[in-house]
């Protein structure tokens, strides 16, 4: 059997399929604070990216390398596409979801529930129906590192439902802290993560699954735990399998919940995305880095070659 390169740890021979006996793990970005929000953007061969402590949007192509996309960002953290093509994210600072519009200028989509403030929007995602799905756990208030430290003033750290004629409604409250959230490819499943053992030794560090219905979420209990470290950004690929941070790295999990293989990162990861201009592409975000490795599936969100891009 054909040896993999250090970065792959195989825990399931379906793993060697997903992954290439010669790709090599690339640092292709360095030199930030805390990395996070990768995203994709096809129509344009570039990645987006947040260096959240240091207040900017970053992104980073083939050709150009790196440069910074806004300044002044909010403390951005989380960030995707609409089905418009425009970037959605979450600020720790302005503790909100906003929306960059085509012109540049920005939209505040939700900065508060029944009148008090929300905690601090993490990561966000966008269903076909229009529908943003965000977290809102309290990283961003604890300390002024992610944002500016304050008083939390909702009673729980939830999962918040979006619709597109802007009502916001609770999705789901029983969190310690919510983080990473992403759609099985048929949108039948919500994998969030729960990251409360990052305060909490009790909290279990594990991605819990949940069924969508009527655009209501119906528990389905845990999906996976992560063995090194927490859970953060996720996503899945066509095939259904899910891809997480970790602190060692990647974990990918089978839509049955096993543990496939990781690929081994030397920092600790934050999210990741597909990209790249066949969709094989893995973006990582690393704490103060970002990587580059090419997997052999597709992002279940991505449109290639010449179409815009989703992750």
Request: glycine share 10%.
């Amino acid at each position: 059997m054909i040896t993999l390169p250090p970065h792959l740890e195989v825990h399931d021979d379906r793993f060697r399929a997903l992954t290439h006996p010669i790709s090599q793990l690339e640092r292709i970005a360095q030199g930030f604070t805390w990395t996070e929000g990768p995203v994709w953007f096809g129509d344009r061969d570039v990645l987006l990216f947040s260096d959240i402590p240091s207040r900017r949007i970053m992104q980073w192509s083939e050709t150009t390398g790196v440069s910074l996309y806004r300044a002044e960002s909010g403390f951005n953290n989380g960030n995707t596409r609409d089905r418009q093509g425009r970037l959605i994210g979450c600020r720790h600072g302005a503790r909100d979801v906003v929306r960059t519009e085509y012109d540049g200028s920005i939209t505040v989509l939700a900065d508060q529930f029944e009148g008090k403030r929300l905690n601090s929007p993490n990561d966000v995602v966008v269903s076909s129906d229009g529908v943003i799905w965000f977290t809102d756990p309290t990283y961003g208030i604890i300390s002024d590192f992610e944002g500016y430290r304050a008083t939390p003033v909702q009673p729980t750290q939830n999962v918040y439902r979006l619709s597109p004629e802007g009502a916001l409604t609770i999705a789901v409250s029983d969190f310690t802290q919510p983080n990473g959230l992403c759609f099985s490819p048929d949108e039948t499943i919500l994998y969030i993560a729960e990251s409360g053992s990052s305060h909490d030794d009790s909290v279990a560090s594990v991605i819990r699954q949940f069924k969508v219905e009527g655009g209501v979420l119906i528990d389905e209990g845990v999906f996976a735990t992560i063995d090194q470290g927490l859970p953060d950004g996720m996503r899945c690929d066509a095939a259904g399998n899910l891809w997480s941070s970790a602190a060692d790295g990647v974990h990918c999990f089978a839509p049955d919940g096993t543990l496939l293989g990781k690929i081994l990162v030397p920092e600790i990861v934050s999210n990741l995305c597909f990209g790249g201009p066949d969709g094989r592409r893995m973006f990582i975000t690393g704490t103060t880095s970002v990587y580059r490795v090419f997997v052999d599936t597709e992002g279940a969100e991505s449109w290639t070659r010449g179409r815009m891009s989703r992750c």
